[in-house]
């Protein structure tokens, strides 16, 4: 395979100018993770410590292997939600390496809110539950919750993706013969016992773990019983009475190392063999990442470019390279593993979309997993466009992607609007994973076009009414229509509301897709098979 | 950390993982490039952190013999879940061990009989010299495990008593 | 200096007239190997007598014939007198060498061996008794005209010993009369523990030897040990191999032995030497013997003991003077005189012997246990290992914990000094903790150096005995290796997928 030839040059001007605007980026994008991660209450530590607990993220390095890696998802999740006071939205979910078994981790993190679950609690949870049944990856829970947060029940309770779904997916998990571990480091009380409960195997820490119905202070108000919490749901009660809890342990230390020795008998699962060979490193420095994004998100760069920093020896093995140039496909290595890459490289046209939706079927025809590079301003508009039929052309690119099965994996490195993010696998496409770039923005539309569009709307209802308005009052319509459109466009409002599996710095992009594309090849891949492609 | 060695009185925490080009150790904070190689009668090449060390090495069971800068040492490693599980299970003074190799001389009580603390349980002979070993707590012994004449290895159970009944 | 390969020649021409061909070797461990090996030289066939415990040994791989003997402990087997002579008897034995310890200095069984016919290699039952009794033996050497230290006897008055012990004065030593190697024996430097301190002794004395009889004697503050190697024919004719120095002791146990002794010059040596020879000349003492004496800050130096047997430590005079002891033992046992006039005997280099023990110096030198999983013995010029132990053995707490002595010549002091360093560090043996790295401390400290140390050197000097702190360097090899030779550590490693492997702790 050819290596790409960059045309960078990263000693100009504009290459310093953009490596220091996106360097800036990534660093405040690991500042916010940072005080989403660590930043909590005097008080939450304190409670911990009394607790002799330990922090969900020391939970979570002692339950991985060591000198192994961890993909976190969604680390911002409700960061833009409940006035940010759910950093995380309250969990940690992530694939790492236990005793040798890519795993799922799902843990609540008590030092939010006690681990209550909020609306986005429950979406991250059901978000990670099912990459583990799209991935047959096994799931290690780390219970410790404080039940649902009962001010927003009716946003997280009873709907079809709401918490019930939580439990409908560890039995699907378990149907499928995905195993399931929970570590039962608190209190796990009326549905939060279901997690124990639907899983293979438990343990349960001897004096902070229990498990219940209802705890004592509902039991009471019920029917008047009086219980202790160890006599209601605890260790030994479970481990030797009630057999709703497996194994005792005297700490979490060793309540963690019984849970990888339990992962450690789990059966490995047979891979899927796609095409492979040794990984080699990127010629290019992933850094020069940062040199190659633009500020601005309507300029324009070269996606090949953004390749030859992330796959295998910068190779590339380019489909058509002389027609429909505004989208890049073709052939490289990630960590070893074959991938077909879509990205684009303008506007899509009719061409394009052929090119994209024709590409897709070989790469579904050769079984090659389709890494999706988005940067779309969307489908070409005008008169001669639609008279060639680019809607018809469009949804046969639609169509390749939504009955590709192939695993797709999508990457939104800069600017994703109008239907292109569907053409490029957007979220609601079922790509096994998605991650954002800091800088990337989601819409319908541009922002300024929004925000004119539906400023014009107003002017024209109150010019109907025989209004005319000054051009500050034009502006007092317009900027905040502007301002929501960028906040809710923004990747962390994408990630905040999981939109995403999280935003990555772009120079982890390599190792989040290699960690992925592994992960995705634990389920077998079908036959391809489509709908009608218009023709 | 899970994973620990025992050397003397010690425990000390390390992990092993492997990385691109090889294994690491983790001590502490630091992570240490390390491989080994090993040849035949126990002689192996360490390298670690770019240096290379002739030694010799063997292994039985969970202990692991090491010759290297011209001194022999000894480290027992304590699985995880064992170590985990005694750290606070802890009934050590259930048992009596041996503080040195040597034979039984005589022994002062029998199975079942209730003794109090301090008192003689049995008399050992090692180095040329005669040791009594008393009872750590008041109890009542469970099994002894050693006639007289018998002899025995360092941190040998000597005998044991019955688990103490919490009021 | 190596062994005289004239003088084997010569000897190993004239074994057919002897009135034995083959020698029973009544010992185990390295001794028996020892003795084997003089034997086998001189084309004389070599048995051994093993207890079951012992079925691996070297010894036993080495002998000629091998014949096992039972007892109720291991140890009982050896000093199982009636046993051992019929296995001689079975074995068609015409001598037997007792090596050290176990019945070496046992005169019944001297007494039982020489009645059936077969040679007893060693000196006649009378010597066995006068010497093996110290308060018989101190006062024929006192009458005799040989200094010994002011003392007062049990057995002269027993109702006023307490009293006459007192006497004699603080410091003292109490010592079982029947005693050797230092059991029992105990110092008393505040008289008011004077009468506990004898019943402490007696009963020590009655277990471990059946005998509660003491004596006291005058305790020489830190004295040095120093020993004179004898060789007497039985016919009047008797040589000294220059003197041993022994201070360097734990629990009155030696650990390392040299000659010549840094201690004496040439006056003193044959003031020494000549002394030892004397006594032994006064009762026409036959076999290979040991003369120790207890030698002042002040030069002065008393009668201490005489052992009439192959002492542990005999090698270094072997390796200064080029004389093989066990082969001049045999020659007296079958007959033969003395070749050598005094002066024929001369001394040249200098050797040290470093017991190896198997037991931790840092626990106040408790005995260790454990399998020999790796025994490499250290090699090179000047270097001489007697070694009972073998690769694939187990050390026990049946016998004593000495492993092996590693014996280190040199031209001169510091040149052995020196090549002992080399081989301690060399030498490996895994599975037991061994004093090998103690042994390196002790020759680098300073008294040590200057030849400065007497028998009390070490208990003055604990620091050397204690494990020193590990440097972080060591230490991160010792972790390094021990994980990767631990299989549920490799197994987690090995089992993470190559790629996730090569990420290492990557997080985002």
């Known amino acids: 395979m050819k290596r790409i030839e960059s045309r960078l040059n990263t000693s100009s001007a504009e290459f310093q100018a953009n490596a220091a605007h996106n360097r800036g980026l990534a660093e405040a994008f690991k500042a916010k993770q940072h005080k989403a991660r660590f930043d909590r209450p005097e008080r939450d530590i304190e409670r911990l410590e009394n607790q002799n607990k330990m922090y969900v993220r020391e939970r979570i390095q002692q339950l991985l292997d060591p000198g192994t890696p961890f993909l976190e998802l969604s680390s911002l999740a409700a960061n833009e939600a409940y006035d940010g006071e759910v950093p995380g939205a309250g969990c940690v979910t992530g694939i790492g390496i236990v005793s040798g078994r890519e795993v799922v981790i799902n843990a609540?993190?008590?030092?939010?809110?006690?681990?209550?679950?909020?609306?986005?609690?429950?979406?991250?949870?059901?978000?990670?539950?099912?990459?583990?049944?799209?991935?047959?990856?096994?799931?290690?829970?780390?219970?410790?919750?404080?039940?649902?947060?009962?001010?927003?029940?009716?946003?997280?309770?009873?709907?079809?993706?709401?918490?019930?779904?939580?439990?409908?997916?560890?039995?699907?998990?378990?149907?499928?013969?995905?195993?399931?571990?929970?570590?039962?480091?608190g209190h796990c009380t009326a549905g939060g016992a279901y997690v124990p409960g639907l899983s293979d195997y438990n343990v349960i820490v001897r004096g902070t773990g229990a498990i219940f119905l209802a705890g004592p202070p509902l039991v009471k108000a019920a029917t008047g019983e009086e219980n202790t919490v160890d006599e209601l749901g605890g260790c030994d009660m479970h481990t030797s009475v009630s057999g709703v809890a497996d194994y005792p342990a005297s700490s979490e230390e060793e309540a963690i190392a019984i849970a990888r020795d339990i992962v450690g008998q789990f059966k490995r699962p047979e891979k899927t063999r796609t095409e492979w060979q040794p990984p080699e490193d990127p010629y290019y420095d992933p850094s020069e990442l940062y040199g190659v994004l633009p500020q601005d998100i309507k300029q324009q760069f070269d996606m090949h470019e953004v390749i030859a920093r992330i796959v295998d020896g910068s190779r590339f093995h380019e489909y058509q390279p002389s027609y429909g140039k505004t989208l890049i496909c073709g052939y490289a290595h990630i960590w070893g593993y074959k991938v077909g890459i879509?990205?684009?490289?303008?506007?899509?046209?009719?061409?394009?979309?052929?090119?994209?939706?024709?590409?897709?079927?070989?790469?579904?025809?050769?079984?090659?997993?389709?890494?999706?590079?988005?940067?779309?301003?969307?489908?070409?508009?005008?008169?001669?466009?639609?008279?060639?039929?680019?809607?018809?052309?469009?949804?046969?690119?639609?169509?390749?992607?939504?009955?590709s099965e192939v695993p797709k994996f999508t990457v939104m490195c800069h600017g994703s609007f109008g239907a292109g993010n569907y053409g490029m696998s957007g979220r609601a496409f079922d790509s096994r994973f998605l991650f954002s770039w800091p800088q990337s923005q989601i819409s319908v539309m541009g922002a300024e076009q929004a925000a004119n569009t539906l400023a014009d709307v107003k002017i024209r209802q109150l010019q109907r009414q025989g209004k005319k308005l000054s051009q500050a009052e034009i502006d007092a319509i317009r900027d905040p229509v502007l301002g929501e459109f960028k906040r809710k466009q923004s990747a962390y409002w994408s990630t905040s509301e999981i939109w995403d599996d999280g935003i990555l710095d772009p120079v982890d992009t390599r190792n989040a897709l290699g960690i992925s594309i592994s992960a995705a090849l634990n389920t077998p891949i079908a036959d391809p098979r489509y709908g009608i492609f218009r023709m | 950390m899970h994973h620990a060695f025992k050397l003397e009185e010690n425990e000390i925490n390390v992990e092993l993982s492997r990385a691109r080009d090889g294994y690491r150790v983790h001590i502490g904070e630091r992570v240490l490039p390390a491989d080994l190689r090993t040849g035949a009668d126990g002689r192996a090449w360490l390298t670690i952190d770019g240096t290379h060390h002739e030694i010799v090495v063997a292994a039985r069971g969970d202990d692991v013999f090491v010759h290297v800068d011209g001194a022999a040492y000894q480290l027992r490693y304590q699985h995880p879940l064992d170590r985990l599980a005694a750290s606070l299970h802890g009934a050590a003074e259930d048992s009596v061990r041996a503080p040195m190799p040597g034979s039984i001389v005589a022994v002062h009580i029998k199975t079942g009989e209730s003794v109090t603390k301090g008192q003689v349980l049995l008399v050992m002979e090692?180095?040329?010299?005669?040791?009594?070993?008393?009872?750590?707590?008041?109890?009542?012994?469970?099994?002894?495990?050693?006639?007289?004449?018998?002899?025995?290895?360092?941190?040998?159970?000597?005998?044991?008593?019955?688990?103490?009944?919490?009021? | 200096m190596t062994v005289d390969q004239q003088r084997l020649g010569e000897v190993r021409a004239r074994v057919a007239h002897w009135p034995f061909a083959s020698v029973l070797v009544a010992n185990r461990g390295e001794i028996a190997v020892r003795v084997l090996r003089t034997v086998q030289a001189l084309g004389l066939k070599g048995i051994v007598v093993y207890h079951a415990a012992d079925r691996g040994s070297p010894a036993v791989r080495m002998a000629d014939a091998a014949v096992e003997i039972t007892g109720a402990t291991p140890v009982a087997a050896y000093l199982d007198a009636k046993q051992i002579i019929a296995a001689a008897k079975s074995s068609g034995a015409g001598a037997i060498h007792p090596g050290y310890g176990f019945l070496s200095e046992n005169k019944a069984?001297?007494?039982?061996?020489?009645?059936?016919?077969?040679?007893?290699?060693?000196?006649?039952?009378?010597?066995?008794?006068?010497?093996?009794?110290?308060v018989r033996a101190r006062n024929f050497v006192e009458k005799a005209g040989f200094p010994v230290a002011p003392s007062a006897i049990e057995d002269d008055d027993p109702a006023s010993f307490v009293e006459r012990a007192r006497k004699v004065g603080a410091p003292l030593l109490i010592k079982p009369s029947a005693g050797g190697g230092g059991k029992g024996m105990r110092i008393v430097r505040d008289l008011k523990l004077l009468e506990s301190e004898i019943e402490r002794a007696r009963s020590e004395g009655q277990r471990y030897f059946g005998d509660g009889r003491l004596y006291v004697e005058r305790y020489v503050e830190s004295p040095r040990h120093i020993e004179v190697q004898v060789l007497g024919d039985g016919r009047g004719k008797v040589v000294h191999v220059f003197e041993r120095e022994c201070s360097v002791q734990r629990r009155f146990q030696k650990i390392v032995e040299e000659t010549p002794s840094p201690a004496l010059d040439d006056t003193q040596r044959r003031e020494i030497c000549e002394t030892a020879a004397g006594i032994a000349r006064s009762c026409s003492y036959r076999n290979a013997g040991t003369v120790e004496f207890i030698f002042g800050q002040n030069g002065e130096f008393y009668f201490l003991e005489m052992n009439t047997r192959l002492q542990v430590e005999h090698p270094v005079t072997e390796q200064i003077t080029g004389l093989d002891l066990v082969l001049e033992q045999l020659c007296v046992a079958a007959g033969e005189k003395l070749p050598y006039q005094q002066t024929d005997i001369r001394a040249q280099g200098h050797s040290i012997e470093f017991r190896i023990y198997a037991e931790d110096p840092a626990r106040g030198y408790t005995p260790t246990t454990g399998p020999v999983l790796v025994w490499q013995p250290a090699q090179g010029e000047g270097v001489r290992m007697d070694a009972g132990i073998v690769q694939g053995g187990e050390v026990t707490a049946n016998f004593d914990p000495m492993l092996a002595k590693l014996i280190v010549t040199g031209s001169d002091r510091n040149d052995a000094i020196a090549r002992a360093d080399r081989a301690l560090r060399d030498t490996v043996l895994l599975g037991c903790k061994t004093n090998t790295a103690f042994l390196r401390r002790l020759i680098a400290h300073p008294a040590f150096v200057a030849g400065d140390v007497h028998t009390g050197f070490l208990d003055a000097n604990p620091q050397i005995a204690a494990d020193p702190p590990l440097t972080q360097a060591t230490l991160d090899k010792l972790l390094a290796v021990s994980s990767l030779m631990t299989r549920p550590m490799r197994d987690v490693a090995d089992s993470v997928p190559d790629m996730h492997a090569a990420m290492d702790g990557w997080r985002n």
């Not at chain 2, 750590?136 to 000597?158: E, H, N």
């Not at chain 3, 009645?115 to 093996?132: N, V, Y």
Request: hydrophobic share 40%; with cysteine; net charge neutral.
């Open chain 1, 108 to 185: 609540g993190d008590a030092s939010v809110k006690g681990g209550a679950w909020y609306p986005l609690t429950v979406k991250k949870t059901i978000r990670a539950l099912d990459i583990a049944i799209e991935n047959r990856l096994p799931v290690v829970h780390l219970c410790d919750s404080a039940g649902g947060f009962l001010p927003l029940q009716a946003d997280l309770f009873a709907d079809k993706y709401y918490a019930g779904r939580i439990f409908r997916n560890q039995c699907i998990l378990s149907k499928m013969g995905v195993q399931q571990v929970a570590v039962v480091l």
């Open chain 1, 342 to 403: 879509l990205a684009n490289n303008g506007v899509l046209f009719n061409d394009s979309a052929l090119k994209g939706a024709h590409f897709i079927e070989l790469c579904n025809q050769n079984r090659t997993p389709i890494v999706f590079l988005q940067n779309i301003t969307g489908f070409m508009v005008g008169r001669e466009y639609e008279r060639r039929g680019i809607t018809k052309d469009g949804a046969k690119m639609i169509m390749a992607v939504s009955c």
């Open chain 2, 126 to 167: 090692s180095m040329k010299m005669e040791t009594t070993v008393t009872a750590p707590r008041d109890g009542v012994i469970q099994a002894v495990q050693y006639d007289k004449g018998q002899t025995f290895d360092r941190d040998a159970l000597l005998l044991s008593f019955e688990p103490e009944v919490k009021a």
């Open chain 3, 109 to 134: 069984f001297c007494e039982a061996v020489e009645a059936t016919g077969i040679r007893f290699i060693g000196p006649t039952p009378e010597q066995i008794d006068l010497m093996g009794d110290k």
